[in-house]
């Protein structure tokens, strides 16, 4: 006999569950290294965003300006959204803050509501952030034709 005062765990198997669960980590793993490696799925992180950046170009070149002038009602509504979203920098006159007066008959990148539509929507160096994906073509285009009346007057 082996009596020995130190425990004897030789004769103990592994659990059934345990070698399942190692053998399916080991199957996933070598699934995720197939389906993931360049070398053997010819898949990229820069494909991806390469995807990603013309389906956005695809989109953002649909997006036209609207208009609204004369619709009172967009107008308000532009009015509001200037309140909320381009007070902050522009103040809320438009009169300029940090961001520059709105009401001058001519801008910096120009006055028209194309260039108007462009600055709103994919932002300018120096400070102008992009808010198309904030607040959408529709929301631009009336706060557009609120900036319209502010220059009318």
Same mark, same amino acid.
């Given at each position: #006999? ?15 569950? /345990? ?5 399916v980590?080991?199957?996933? #793993?070598i699934? %995720?290294i197939?389906?993931?490696s360049?070398?053997f799925? =010819? /898949?990229?992180? %820069? ?8 389906? &956005? ?10 208009? %609204?002038?004369?619709?009172?009602? &967009? ?7 200037f ?7 522009? =103040? ?9 007066? *709105?009401?001058?008959?001519? *801008?910096? %990148? ?17 400070? #102008?952030p ?6 959408? &073509?529709?929301k ?6 609120? *900036? ?6």
């Amino acid at each position: #006999m082996h009596d020995t005062p130190e425990p004897q765990d030789g004769h103990n198997s592994i659990p059934k569950g /345990w070698i399942f669960f190692f053998i399916v980590g080991i199957i996933c #793993m070598i699934g %995720y290294i197939a389906s993931y490696s360049p070398a053997f799925s =010819n /898949w990229s992180v %820069y494909k991806e965003f390469d995807k990603e950046m013309a389906s &956005a170009k695809k989109t953002e070149s649909a997006v036209a300006v609207k208009d %609204y002038s004369g619709n009172h009602e &967009a107008i308000e509504d532009g009015k509001e959204i200037f309140a909320n979203t381009c007070a902050p920098c522009h =103040n809320g006159d438009a009169k300029g803050l940090i961001g520059p007066n *709105l009401t001058a008959p001519t *801008l910096k %990148y120009g006055s028209t509501k194309a260039i108007l539509f462009e600055t709103i929507a994919k932002g300018r160096p120096n400070g #102008m952030p992009s808010f198309l994906p904030q607040i959408g &073509a529709d929301k631009i285009s009336k706060v557009i034709a609120f *900036l319209e009346t502010l220059r009318n007057k």
